[in-house]
Every structure is written in structure tokens, then in C-alpha cells.
């Protein structure tokens, strides 16, 4: 069963709502977040202070996800570079040494 199909007015989803599910996916919301946001950002910006709120804690969230990943992400990108570099050296050495003989 759709998880989208349980949520009642969510079932008949237009495009602007796919591509809103879309992005949402794309930046790693799970689709509970997703609909937490969307039921939240349909209210319009006259929404209560408290729903507001729970929207900026939930991209204060994954902003801060964003952010370790992105760390993650820069330290194995200088763990590549050090196998990287490592093994041209020890291919250059082997075609060296291969030239020698």
C-alpha cells in the first residue's frame, strides 16, 4: 500500500505536490518529515507561532545533518586523495623500475 494513500487528501497528489515530495526526498526528508513540512507550510505564513516554530526546529534538523554528512564527505575526499596519490607513486615506481630492465 502507498504510504501517501493513509493520508486521506494526500492521495490525490498534484504535480506541484509531487515535486514537492520530489525535493523533499532529494534533500533527505523521510516522508514523515515531508508531510510534517507540507501540512505545515499549507498553512501559509499566517500558521501559528508553534507550527512555525516546529518547521524551523525541523530544517534547524536536517540543516545539521547536511552539515555532518558534508564533513563526512570532505574527510573521505582526502582519504581518496591520499590512496590516490599513493598508488600513482607506486605506479610510477613499478614503470620505473619496468624501463630499467
Sequence with gaps: MDVLQSWGPWRRRSARCDGRLSRGKRLGF?????REVLDL???RVDGSVRQLERQLEILADKRANLERQLEDIRVMQ????QVE??????LG???AAEQGH
Excluded at 78 to 81: I, T
Design 30 to 34: 523521510s516522508l514523515i518529515e515531508i
Design 41 to 43: 507550510y499549507d498553512t
Design 78 to 81: 582526502r582519504e581518496l586523495d
Design 85 to 90: 596519490e599513493r598508488c600513482k607513486g607506486a
Design 93 to 95: 615506481e613499478l614503470k
